[in-house]
């Protein structure tokens, strides 16, 4: 038994399931502590900044922490969502952790998901944070309010959970390359589950991974037109020419 992490399991639409930690209340503090203590020395340092240009006048002084108030504002409510929209659900206290935000089926979430879960966390702020710590304590996956409206889930990257990087083994020859369309198309979705497939290769027999990769396989060679010597490699093709790695 888990009692602060515990799993989430996603089948994508091949049929292939994947299982990923979800992030308990207490790693989801500690990440926040994290983001609190960069927010501070953000605003400290700019706190200096208007404090030196308000010396010259009443009038820039007041100038000065009008500013400064709305550089609060934007700092307090955009710091996460700026930082989950940039790099795809991490801040940088997430990223020390090892914590990504996703959406409930896997997905990258949107950039007004990302917007929404982070002004509602005023709301979980409420009686000194115990709405939120409620919310994430009652809930089976540990949502907050934030993640209940926006359809978020946050998930531990670190250790095992965290996908290695592909290693396209062998490499993709010439011969290869000049028989790939010139544009594949791949909805980022089920890119994410080729990736995660390559990226385990190296934890799988040679039977199970032409076994999984039989299953994408069909559809992927039906609606981009590359056909690989096995199910394996017609699945790293597309990945391939997909991302660009073809010409790396």
């Given at each position: 038994?888990?009692?602060?992490?515990?799993?989430?399991?996603?089948?994508t639409?091949?049929?292939?399931?994947?299982?990923?930690?979800?992030?308990?209340?207490?790693?989801?503090?500690?990440?926040?502590?994290?983001?609190?203590v960069?927010?501070?020395?953000?605003l400290?340092?700019?706190?200096?900044?208007a404090?030196?240009?308000?010396?010259?006048?009443?009038?820039?002084?007041?100038?000065?922490?009008?500013?400064?108030?709305?550089?609060?504002?934007?700092?307090?409510?955009g710091?996460?969502?700026?930082?989950?929209?940039?790099?795809?659900?991490?801040t940088?206290?997430?990223?020390?952790?090892?914590?990504?935000?996703?959406r409930v089926?896997?997905?990258?979430?949107?950039?007004?998901?990302?917007?929404?879960?982070?002004?509602?966390?005023?709301?979980?702020?409420?009686?000194?944070?115990?709405v939120?710590?409620?919310?994430?304590?009652?809930?089976?996956?540990?949502?907050?309010?934030?993640?209940?409206?926006?359809?978020?889930?946050?998930?531990?990257?670190?250790?095992?959970?965290?996908?290695?990087?592909?290693?396209?083994?062998?490499?993709?020859?010439?011969?290869?390359?000049?028989?790939?369309?010139?544009?594949?198309?791949?909805?980022?979705?089920?890119?994410?589950?080729?990736?995660?497939?390559l990226?385990?290769?190296?934890?799988?027999?040679?039977?199970?991974?032409?076994?999984?990769?039989?299953?994408?396989?069909?559809?992927?060679?039906?609606?981009?037109?590359?056909?690989?010597?096995s199910?394996?490699?017609?699945v790293a093709?597309?990945?391939?020419?997909?991302?660009?790695?073809?010409?790396?």
């Open positions: 038994m888990e009692p602060v992490d515990t799993v989430l399991s996603l089948a639409p091949e049929r292939v399931r994947f299982r990923f930690r979800l992030a308990g209340p207490l790693v989801r503090a500690l990440a926040w502590s994290f983001d609190l960069i927010r501070g020395i953000v400290m340092a700019f706190g200096v900044v404090a030196v240009v308000g010396v010259t006048g009443e009038t820039v002084a007041g100038l000065g922490a009008g500013v400064l108030f709305v550089f609060i504002f934007l700092l307090d409510w710091y996460g969502a700026a930082f989950e929209w940039a790099t795809g659900g991490q940088p206290g997430k990223y020390v952790l090892g914590l990504r935000v996703v089926d896997g997905g990258r979430p949107t950039g007004g998901a990302f917007i929404l879960r982070n002004l509602l966390r005023a709301a979980d702020g409420l009686g000194f944070g115990a939120g710590f409620l919310s994430t304590s009652l809930d089976p996956m540990f949502r907050r309010l934030g993640d209940l409206a926006a359809g978020t889930v946050v998930l531990c990257e670190s250790g095992s959970a965290r996908p290695a990087v592909v290693v396209l083994d062998p490499p993709i020859t010439e011969e290869e390359r000049l028989a790939l369309p010139s544009v594949v198309a791949v909805q980022p979705d089920h890119l994410q589950v080729i990736e995660a497939l990226a385990r290769r190296a934890r799988l027999s040679a039977g199970r991974l032409e076994e999984l990769a039989a299953i994408v396989a069909p559809a992927l060679q039906a609606s981009t037109g590359v056909v690989g010597a199910a394996s490699r017609t093709l597309v990945w391939a020419r997909a991302t660009g790695r073809d010409r790396a």
